[in-house]
């Protein structure tokens, strides 16, 4: 097939073409020969400061937490075998949404920067740790365990709604929970990048044993897989690298579930072959919604990025359901 | 249908409270001072400070929760052993004020219950301008019985106001008062005359969006303000926008050209917001020389 040896050119295209695009975009329009020649410029010069602190880290923060939703999505919807899974399923996200959240209700997040996404990743820490500890007996179980963990997270996401001091600080809370790229920072990066790294050796590890889980778990079983051992990896690594992601960007919908149905057409249905890809699309998808926050003008905020992500994930979310009842017999 | 509603809610409190009014009549027996309401309610935060400014504390029935912070900055400890209120409807009739000092986003079940009580609520605007300080200053002193305390405040204002025209620099630097949520304020706030009568000038003023409008580093950058101001952490101060606002960018940008404010006093129109202004106009005289360097 054509398209199995065309698509990581394809991908290094689109992927080359969103990052220029992300650095290039932004609330200032600036001319890109301006931008590139401020590299050459005697700093500090208004172009290397935006492009430096302010497009760079958001670009790079862009792609590693797309990565990460598309790689983590790849990765559990060949655990679990099913289409419909993707990161927030095991209430990894909605951990990191409540330690962020409590950050914030707490006010740590007025008195140091980095408040919210330490608190974000010990949530999903913390989430992962009680949905494994319920959910050891087998990967029904750990779906039940999962849903069950995300809706009491998000009810303590409420309750600090609920008991919020003051109008502001829902508000704070309501926006961030759309979840934004908007003013990232190194900081951010440096912080998250450790975890999401870690986060992504475990889910490559668990590859060839979800070839096997195709057969099904007993026969995985039967070729020697640790099934224990797997979802131990999966769950660590989607813990990990979108714990950390979503702790800094906030939630961010349909990205993990787009990505590894988008690229396997291209690749093959063979669950390892599609992480790779899946993570690449990830990137891809986040860096151009990104770009399109900055790009459709508002008169006010810019448009969020889960919100988008979500609008635009919606209608594809519908094909897929369209396009398997028509698969199934 | 929310009006029914209203009005069902309205009856059933209104039940317990004939029969407190009917408690409550022998006291009306007492001589009270003409003019001068004893047990004063505030339910918004900005009428909490003016009224504790005006009046002795044995006067107060309550203030709202919030005000506690802002009162630590203004004038610590003068709130102690005041009784404090969320602005709800079943505290009037429980603290039976005989003045409810609201503002104007009094919900219509207060308002209705106030009636109920024979407890006068007036509606305070909110200030955005030193002219409505002198005015709600003045209304307020006028409401609660001491005019000449409300005067003496407004003379001392204007005292500071007449010394900060005298000292207006010769080149009027160019602020902003930015912050990454929040709107910035531009024309016609308080924080542009609080801005105006330092001797500055205020970036958001102009700007095509003439109230609060906002916008985000990158557009902060290329305005190349002289300095940002940034509102202190007071009653508000669980907001992720202070943390936001903390970009590293711009403690890099801005090193040395960071003048902070008591937020309260913009927010709340009071004789103090003068304060703001000399201190602003002091912080103006600290700043490094010369434009900002990219």
């Known amino acids: 097939m054509v398209g199995k040896r065309l698509w990581p050119v394809l991908a290094g295209v689109l992927l080359l073409t969103g990052v220029l695009l992300s650095l290039g975009i932004g609330r200032v329009w600036l001319n890109p020969l301006v931008l590139a020649d401020s590299l050459f410029q005697p700093k500090p010069n208004l172009a290397w400061l935006i492009l430096s602190e302010l497009r760079a880290p958001r670009t790079v923060l862009g792609v590693l937490v797309g990565a990460s939703l598309g790689l983590s999505g790849a990765v559990l919807q060949g655990l679990l075998r099913n289409p419909l899974a993707e990161p927030g399923l095991l209430g990894v996200s909605a951990g990191a949404a409540l330690g962020a959240v409590l950050a914030i209700y707490f006010g740590l997040s007025a008195t140091f920067l980095l408040a919210t996404p330490m608190m974000g990743i010990a949530g999903a820490i913390a989430a992962a740790l009680l949905t494994l500890s319920i959910g050891r007996g087998g990967t029904l179980t750990m779906i039940l365990a999962g849903v069950a963990v995300s809706g009491l997270m998000a009810g303590g996401v409420s309750l600090a709604l609920n008991f919020a001091p003051n109008l502001a600080a829902v508000y704070e809370i309501t926006i961030w929970l759309l979840g934004t790229l908007e003013n990232s920072d190194w900081d951010q990066v440096l912080l998250v990048a450790p975890f999401i790294l870690l986060g992504w050796i475990c889910l490559a590890f668990s590859a060839r044993d979800i070839d096997a889980l195709t057969l099904g778990e007993a026969q995985a079983e039967s070729l020697g897989v640790n099934l224990a051992r797997t979802r131990l990896l999966a769950l660590a690594g989607t813990a990990l690298s979108v714990g950390a992601a979503t702790a800094v960007t906030g939630s961010i919908g349909f990205i993990g579930l787009l990505a590894p149905h988008i690229v396997r057409p291209f690749v093959g249905h063979q669950p390892s072959r599609v992480l790779l890809p899946a993570a690449l699309f990830g990137a891809i998808l986040l860096v151009f919604v990104d770009v399109a926050t900055r790009a459709i003008p508002t008169a006010g905020q810019e448009i969020r990025l889960g919100v988008l992500t979500s609008i635009v994930g919606t209608p594809f979310f519908f094909w897929l359901v369209v396009k398997l009842r028509r698969l199934s017999p | ?54 009046v002795p504390k044995e006067r107060i029935a309550s203030v709202t929760y919030l005000a506690h912070d802002a009162v630590e900055v203004l004038m610590p400890g003068a709130d102690a052993g005041i009784a404090i209120n969320h602005g709800a409807a079943e505290e009037v009739v429980s603290q039976k004020p005989d003045l409810i000092l609201a503002s104007p986003w009094a919900t219509p079940v207060l308002r209705r219950l106030a009636g109920k009580v024979d407890a006068p609520l007036v509606e305070i605007d909110s200030a955005n301008s030193f002219a409505d300080i002198r005015r709600i200053t003045r209304q307020i002193g006028d409401l609660v019985g001491e005019p000449e305390r409300a005067e003496a405040l407004i003379a001392e204002m204007d005292r500071k106001l007449a010394y900060l025209e005298r000292r207006r620099p010769a080149r009027p630097v160019e602020v902003v008062a930015w912050s990454a949520t929040n709107g910035v304020p531009g024309r016609g706030t308080l924080t542009d005359e609080i801005i105006r009568t330092a001797g500055a000038v205020n970036l958001a003023a102009r700007l095509p969006d003439n109230n609060f409008s906002s916008f985000d580093i990158e557009e902060l950058l290329a305005a190349r303000p002289d300095a940002v101001m940034r509102g202190r952490a007071t009653y508000d101060d669980l907001s992720l926008g202070d943390a936001a606002s903390e970009h590293p960018v711009i403690r890099r940008a801005f090193k040395g050209r960071q003048i902070s404010y008591p937020a309260f006093l913009h927010t709340c129109g009071l004789p103090q917001s003068a304060d703001s202004a000399l201190q602003l106009h002091a912080a103006l005289g600290k700043l490094p020389q010369g434009r900002p360097p990219w």
Do not use: F, T, Y
Request: glycine share 8%; hydrophobic share 50%; with cysteine.
């Open chain 2, 1 to 54: 249908m929310k009006r029914r509603w209203a009005l069902a809610v309205a009856a059933c409190l209104g039940l317990p409270l004939a029969a407190l009014s009917g408690a409550g009549s022998p006291k009306k027996a007492e001589p009270v001072q003409a003019g001068k309401p004893r047990h004063i309610m505030s339910i918004d935060l900005c009428n909490d400070l003016l009224l504790m400014m005006l």
